[in-house]
Each structure stands twice: as C-alpha cells, then as structure tokens.
C-alpha cells in the first residue's frame, strides 16, 4: 500500500512540473511573413519573435521550390532575429527552419511555411522606379560631358599646324631684312669713307 502511495506520490509530481518546464522552453510567438501568410508584396527580410531573449549564434534558413535562398546577414536581437535577404523572393512556397538557443540554454526548433504571390505590375513598378545613386549620378554626366568637351577643344587650339606655321613664318620674314641690311650698311659706308679719301686726296694735290 505503501509503494502505490509512493509511486502515486512521484506521478502526481512528474504531471505537475512537465507542464511548467515544457512552458519554460523559449518558443516563437510572432513572424514576418507570418505563418500561411500569402505575401503580394516584394519583401527584403524575414524576422522571427520569440517569447524570451535568444542567444545571438541562433540562426534560421529559408528553402523554396529553387532550393536555398541566400541571406545577407542575420541579426540576434534580445528576442527577435532578423534575416535580411539577398534578393527578392520568386512566386512560390517557401519554408523556414529556425534554431535557436533560448533564455534557460535549451536549444529548440520549429518550421513554419509562407508563399508569395506578388503581381507582375508592382515588381516592374519596383524595378523601374529610379534610385538616389541613379539620379545623382545621371546629374553629373552633362558636367562630365562639358569638362571632356572642353579639354578636347584646348588640346586640338594648342596642337593647331596653321597657327604655328604662321607664326614661324611671320617671325623668319620680320628676321630676314635685318640680317641682310647690316652688311649692305657697313658696305655703304666703307664706300663713301672711300670716296671723301680720294677727294681729299686730289683736292691736296690741287692745291699744291
């Protein structure tokens, strides 16, 4: 009698403790997207909440129809882990199998599925609408423009034949009479020096 009071003893403790322990586990309360949620606009990020704080190696993979989606990074912060996505999602099913480390050390996992249908209207819209790098960019393609304009005009005046040419010429014309004028100057004057000797000379000779 005694052992069935024992034995009855330790399944009324085991029935009262499994229910709090089992509540103790760190478990997920919220997503984005949300479970069976059908998600008509592009997204950028799956973020999964849990009820305590979770331990920043706990991580999380998404599968599609394709296979695995590739994620940029993964955030841990205190209960909430963020995954941000490397491009976006196609039309179709996906899964999400998260692990985690809870607030208590006890590793725990879980899954859930979400699918996207997003219209072909708004991801053209997406993909068409221009971004700030675009805008500040194309604004500076005319200055660009003008600035190459410009140096090609100074290169093609600096490097222009007709130009040089005409001065070279100018300046050999300027140069050429006054090299051939000093010699027919001093020539002239040897002649006329010449010249008032011999009527010097026959003017003596006159007189005498």
């Given at each position: 009698m005694k052992k069935f009071y024992v034995v009855g003893v330790l399944l009324a403790f085991v029935l009262l403790v499994t229910p709090h322990s089992a509540f103790a586990h760190t478990h997920m309360v919220s997503s984005s997207p949300e479970k069976d949620e059908q998600v008509e606009q592009p997204i950028h990020q799956i973020q999964?909440?849990?009820h305590t704080d979770i331990a920043p190696l706990s991580s999380f993979t998404v599968t599609g129809e394709q296979g695995a989606i590739e994620l940029e990074e993964i955030q841990v912060e205190g209960a909430r882990m963020t995954g941000l996505l490397a491009?976006?999602?196609e039309n179709g099913t996906y899964t999400v199998d998260w692990k985690i480390v809870g607030e208590d050390g006890h590793p725990m996992e879980g899954s859930y599925s979400?699918?996207?249908n997003v219209p072909e209207s708004a991801v053209t819209e997406?993909?068409?609408?221009?971004?700030?790098?675009d805008t500040s960019s194309n604004a500076d393609t005319p200055a660009n423009d003008n600035n190459g304009n410009a140096a090609t005009d100074e290169?093609?005046?600096a490097v222009d034949p007709d130009t040089n040419s005409t001065e070279v010429t100018d300046t050999a014309v300027v140069k050429e009479p006054s090299s051939l004028s000093m010699p027919m100057l001093i020539a002239g004057i040897v002649i006329i020096a010449i010249i008032l000797a011999v009527v010097l000379v026959?003017?003596?000779?006159?007189?005498?």
């Open positions: 999964l909440d849990f491009g976006d999602l979400f699918s996207v997406e993909q068409t609408e221009p971004s700030a790098e290169s093609v005046t026959v003017m003596r000779r006159r007189r005498s």
